[in-house]
Each structure stands twice: as structure tokens, then as C-alpha cells.
């Protein structure tokens, strides 16, 4: 089976606040992804890696950063949280094999900027 | 513009009752769609992936079926356990980018 894994489940930050949101996959997958996810507009992508210190600005990329230095550990990181970066994060990876183009989540991380 | 609607926004049904979510999109180009289930403060679950118009999925209670514009689906006799939100999501030709629904929120009621 496929384990996606978030480092928190909750979190509570203050604004100003830097913040370190860490995913790690089991399944030597290539792809992953950052999603936020807010009531009544879906999950929105943040940011895709497609390998190892490859990152790809998704649709909402403003306010955030990534890091991937190793293939299994996906960062997203917040460099001063706001108020409107109050949301469900998760994160997701997937394999490029053809045929597979599934993408696995993890539990998500409820982040809620004070 | 790339776009996946989902429908109803939500829905009530008896224990026993069967009925079909829908998933309607209109894309460029579609290499997969893809149906989750996401249970309250959790991440989303995979339950099928579709490929091809006229293509067909089953698991338990659970049947997703795909044409060229829109993929349903049909819950059959469900139970309160079903009570979830379903989401649909559409991956674009030749892209990494998914395009995800607003999802359907079931309620199973016993």
C-alpha cells in the first residue's frame, strides 16, 4: 500500500510566523504535490515536484515555498504566515509509470494562522 | 477553460436507497479521471481511476462509469458507513495538472 505521511495534523501559527509543513512517501515515487484545500473551492495546487530539487509553481504559488532534497520528502513552507493562509493542507505523490498516473494523499495538516 | 463540476452539492439518502453522484468536466484533453473519498478532517482515499469512455470500475457498493463528457458514480444500497464526501478529479493530456471538483457530501441515514 501506499503511505503518504504529513508531520502534523494540526497546527496553530501566529501571523509573522514562519512555517515548516513536511510530507514523505514510501513508494519511490517521482511526483509530488501541495494542495490547499477550502470549503466551496476544491483542492487547489501550490506547488509540484516533479524529481528531486525540481519544483513547478502550481495555481496559487504566492506566499509559499518548497523544498525537495530528497526523492521521499516533499517541504512546504509558509515564510510569514497570514490569516488567509488558514486552510487543509495535503499533500500527494504519484509514480510517472504510465497507466498509473493515480495520486495518493496523505492525511492533510489543519493549519489555522492566528 | 478546463473545468470539473460535480453534482449535487449534496445529498440525503435512506439506507437501502441507491443513487448516482455525477461528475461533469470539460477539458483539453483527458488522460485520467479519478474518484476519492474523503471522510471528515482527513486526506482524500483513492477509489477508481477511469481512462476511456465506456470504461467501468467496481468496488463493493461502489460502480464508476466514464463517457466523453461526464462519469457517474452509483452507489448501490448504501449504508451509513458510505457517509462521506466524494471528490472527482480530471488529469490533462500531456500535463501534470489535475483539476479537482467541489465534491459531493453524502449523508446515509439509517
Known amino acids: 500500500d501506499v503511505k503518504v505521511t504529513q508531520s502534523s495534523r494540526y497546527l496553530v501559527k501566529r501571523t509573522g510566523e514562519k512555517v515548516f509543513l513536511e510530507c514523505v512517501q514510501d513508494m519511490d515515487h517521482e511526483n509530488m504535490f501541495w494542495y490547499r484545500q477550502d470549503p466551496g473551492l476544491g483542492l487547489r495546487l501550490i506547488y509540484f515536484s516533479y524529481d528531486v530539487k525540481m519544483k513547478e509553481k502550481g495555481d496559487i504559488p504566492e506566499g509559499y515555498s518548497v523544498s525537495r532534497e530528497k526523492k521521499e520528502r516533499f517541504s512546504l513552507i509558509l515564510e510569514s504566515a497570514s490569516t488567509n493562509q488558514t486552510s487543509m493542507y495535503l499533500c500527494?505523490?504519484?509514480?510517472?509509470?504510465?497507466?498509473?498516473?493515480?495520486?495518493?494523499f496523505g492525511p492533510g495538516t489543519r493549519l489555522l494562522v492566528l | 477553460e478546463d473545468q470539473v463540476t460535480q453534482s449535487p452539492e449534496a445529498l440525503r439518502l435512506q439506507e437501502g436507497e441507491s443513487s448516482s453522484l455525477n461528475c461533469s468536466y470539460t477539458?483539453?484533453?483527458?488522460?485520467?479521471l479519478f474518484w476519492y473519498r474523503q471522510d471528515p478532517g482527513k486526506g482524500p482515499e483513492f477509489l477508481f481511476t477511469l481512462y476511456s469512455a465506456g470504461e467501468e470500475k467496481e468496488k463493493e457498493r461502489l460502480k464508476a462509469t466514464l463517457t466523453k463528457k461526464e462519469s457517474f458514480l452509483h452507489i448501490t444500497a448504501p449504508k451509513p458507513e458510505d457517509s462521506a464526501t466524494y471528490l472527482c478529479a480530471v488529469q490533462i493530456s500531456g500535463t501534470y495538472k489535475y483539476i479537482f471538483g467541489t465534491g459531493t457530501r453524502l449523508k446515509v441515514l439509517a
Open positions: 477539458v483539453s484533453g483527458l488522460r485520467g
Open positions: 500527494a505523490s504519484r509514480t510517472t509509470r504510465t497507466g498509473q498516473e493515480t495520486q495518493y
